[in-house]
């Protein structure tokens, strides 16, 4: 079983930056993929970004340009860098982890976007 937390979240201005973390742990496991979802109150969870163990990445159409996802391996970490936060990025963010016959998910980290 693979465990995930996150941090990094917090209050932070328009215009201004984030970092989310995610570190799995576990006992012998594979990753394939790792991601990070969003979910806004009233509203479905939604892909952010992911990352292949090939490095290959993913956006969502409105964080492109401004997010940029990485993953250590070396860690089983993975990490989302978000710059010119607006306030409609404000959600609880979620990782997520993507192996051979398991889909795990974080408690999530929040993040609020607010002058």
């Known amino acids: 079983q693979v465990q995930l937390v996150e941090s990094g979240g917090g209050l932070v201005q328009p215009g201004g930056s984030l970092r989310l973390s995610c570190a799995a742990s576990?006992?012998?496991?594979?990753?394939?993929?790792m991601g990070w979802y969003r979910q806004a109150p009233g509203k479905q969870r939604e892909l952010v970004a992911d990352?292949?163990?090939?490095?290959?990445?993913n956006y969502q159409d409105s964080v492109k340009g401004r997010f940029t996802i990485t993953r250590e391996n070396a860690k089983n970490t993975v990490y989302l860098q978000m710059n010119s936060l607006k306030h409609e990025d404000t959600a609880a963010y979620y990782c997520?982890?993507?192996?051979?016959?398991?889909?795990?998910w974080g408690k999530g980290t929040q993040v609020t976007v607010s002058s």
């Open positions: 990352i292949t163990s090939g490095d290959s990445t």
């Open positions: 997520n982890a993507d192996g051979p016959g398991y889909v795990n």
């Open positions: 576990g006992s012998s496991f594979k990753i394939y993929a």
